[in-house]
């Protein structure tokens, strides 16, 4: 992938980095995250200990998949940030579809397609040396899903052939695109400006849900959506509660 081409075609002002192979894109630009000037892309062509939530893998195989972290700072309070993950699912469900790929969401972090996952996000933050935090938007989002990746992944995921034969720089030029604009929007207008989109995609809205923490059930209800601050809403039997996304996983209970 070239990184001028990315970086013309997205027509953002966001500095944009190509590498042969690292470890882990989100790794790589926090440990920077106190050198780096402005907004940053760095992209991945094999990331190799790509990382999800609570110390979870990320796998990925060269050349079938999108592996990158966009850095960029806010001088908004940490809690405010909350949202976040849930305003980049927006901007990449957008962004796929005027690709011609439609995608759900599911809370907090997921992209799904078809059911299945499509991409996933990771978001990690530092404080930035001159007050303001440094969120590092890490992203993988498979294109191509061999079959020897799923077994090690070990759980049915999804693909985007359509998107794999587009040129990478276009799609991720795309992308970040619709990232830089939704950053920019959340910035100004915090996670309130997304919810209604956010829960026209939602994969799950009135499906029965578990919550779940550590692998052990905390609440047992209907997905209802999420708030203005990015908390699900699931109705319980003892009435409408509120989730923060924190360390939890969502699952359903259906077959
Ligand atoms: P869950 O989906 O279990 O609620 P999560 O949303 O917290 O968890 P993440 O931590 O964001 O998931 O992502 C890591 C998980 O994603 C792994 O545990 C694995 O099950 C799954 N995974 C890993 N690689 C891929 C991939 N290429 N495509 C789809 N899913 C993957």
Do not use: Y
């Not at 927006?90 to 790929?101: E, F, I, M, R, T």
């Not at 040396?129 to 890490?138: D, F, L, M, S, T």
């Not at 929007?185 to 923490?213: C, T």
């Amino acid at each position: 992938m070239n990184a001028g081409a990315i970086a013309q075609r997205s027509g953002t002002q966001v500095a944009v980095e190509v590498v042969a192979e690292t470890g882990s894109t989100n790794a790589d630009l926090l440990a920077r995250a106190s050198t780096l000037e402005g907004p940053t892309l760095l992209v991945a062509e094999h990331q190799t200990a790509g990382r999800g939530r609570a110390g979870r893998s990320w796998l990925s195989a060269p050349g079938d998949s999108l592996t990158f972290s966009l850095a960029w700072k806010f001088d908004l309070p940490l809690q405010q940030l909350a949202g976040l993950p849930l305003a980049v699912g927006v901007a990449l469900a957008g962004a796929l579809a005027a690709c011609g790929v439609q995608v759900q969401l599911k809370w907090p972090n997921d992209v799904l397609k078809d059911g299945s996952k499509l991409a996933g996000v990771l978001i990690e933050t530092q404080a930035a040396p001159g007050g303001g935090i440094w969120a590092v938007i890490g992203i993988g989002m498979n294109l191509r899903m061999p079959d020897e990746l799923e077994e090690r992944i070990g759980r049915s995921v999804a693909a985007a052939p359509w998107l794999a034969q587009m040129d990478r720089d276009e799609l991720m030029a795309a992308l970040l695109a619709s990232l830089a604009a939704a950053l920019g929007e959340f910035r100004h207008a915090g996670f309130g400006a997304f919810s209604a989109r956010w829960n026209r995609l939602h994969a799950w809205q009135g499906r029965p849900v578990s919550i779940l923490d550590n692998g052990s059930v905390l609440h047992d209800g209907l997905a209802a959506g999420v708030d203005d601050s990015g908390r699900l809403l699931l109705d319980c039997a003892e009435g409408r509660i509120t989730v923060l996304a924190g360390d939890v996983s969502l699952r359903t209970r259906e077959a």
